[in-house]
């Protein structure tokens, strides 16, 4: 059994007990989620697809961690002008495991 969800203009295929880096959510550690934004639902037997969304499907799962990723560095430079801009950028995730895939 799998769906797939939208999050953080992102799209995300889960199974239960599947553990996602995703967009960083306002949700504190520990507590639970809900996906409610499911594009696609199979179960193995028949497949689901929304258009754009499925309404009785939703997907349920806890916040494990808060983090940063790897650093990206963004360098700019211009030839034979002596220009050089050096930046880093660490992008914000949240890790969630996924609990349940439930349909109503």
């Not at 059994?1 to 599947?18: C, F, L, P, R």
């Not at 594009?39 to 916040?63: A, F, H, M, R, T």
């Not at 940063?68 to 801009?85: A, H, L, T, W």
Request: hydrophobic share 35%.
């Amino acid at each position: 059994m799998y769906a797939v969800i939208e999050t953080g203009g992102k799209q995300y295929k889960v199974s239960e007990g599947d553990i996602l880096k995703i967009e960083k959510l306002n949700v504190e550690e520990g507590q639970d989620v809900k996906f409610d934004k499911v594009l696609l639902y199979s179960n193995g037997d028949e497949l689901q697809i929304g258009k754009p969304l499925l309404e009785n499907v939703s997907v349920s799962g806890k916040v494990l961690a808060h983090g940063k990723g790897k650093k990206i560095i963004v360098f700019k430079y211009k030839p034979k002008k002596n220009y050089r801009k050096k930046k880093g950028h660490r992008q914000l995730f949240t890790k969630v495991r996924i609990e349940e895939i439930a349909i109503a």
